[in-house]
């Protein structure tokens, strides 16, 4: 993926977060694919992007701590206001449009690649600063 792609992923994502915080459901539809493929893993009640993205009334607000593009994938990692709930998200864009979210909550998530490069290639950060211990999921890209 050339450079400007990958910039531009990482624009259209923060771009949704701002969209999100200002409840501007016009612009999130736009960024967004119609058959989004959204996928949740963490308690029910953390299902804030499912009530935001669908224009049910939440107040939770996504602190973003950092975001960055691994291989194709944007992700995003952060906290609530609070700092009490950890969040990661894995976004896919494709052409400007958001085509897939994978949506962990307090979860500890190591992405690894399956091509070519072994190992990890991005692990979640946040709970080890604040000394927390979250269960682990592994994400093959």
Not at 86 to 115: C, K, P
Request: net charge neutral.
């Amino acid at each position: 993926m050339p450079a400007n792609d990958e910039e531009n992923s990482r624009g259209t994502v923060l771009l949704l977060y701002g969209a999100l915080e200002a409840r501007d459901p016009e612009l999130v539809q736009q960024l967004l694919a119609p058959n989004l493929d959204w996928r949740f893993h963490g308690p029910r009640s953390h299902q804030h992007m499912k009530r935001l993205l669908t224009g049910e009334h939440d107040r939770f607000q996504f602190l973003i701590q950092s975001i960055e593009l691994v291989g194709t994938i944007v992700i995003a990692e952060g906290t609530d206001r609070a700092g009490d709930v950890f969040w990661v998200h894995a976004w896919t864009v494709s052409d400007g449009v958001i085509t897939q979210l994978r949506e962990y909550f307090n979860t500890s998530v190591t992405v690894r690649s399956l091509g070519g490069r072994c190992g990890s290639v991005w692990r979640s950060r946040i709970p080890e600063s604040v000394g927390k211990r979250l269960p682990s999921l592994v994400l093959p890209i």
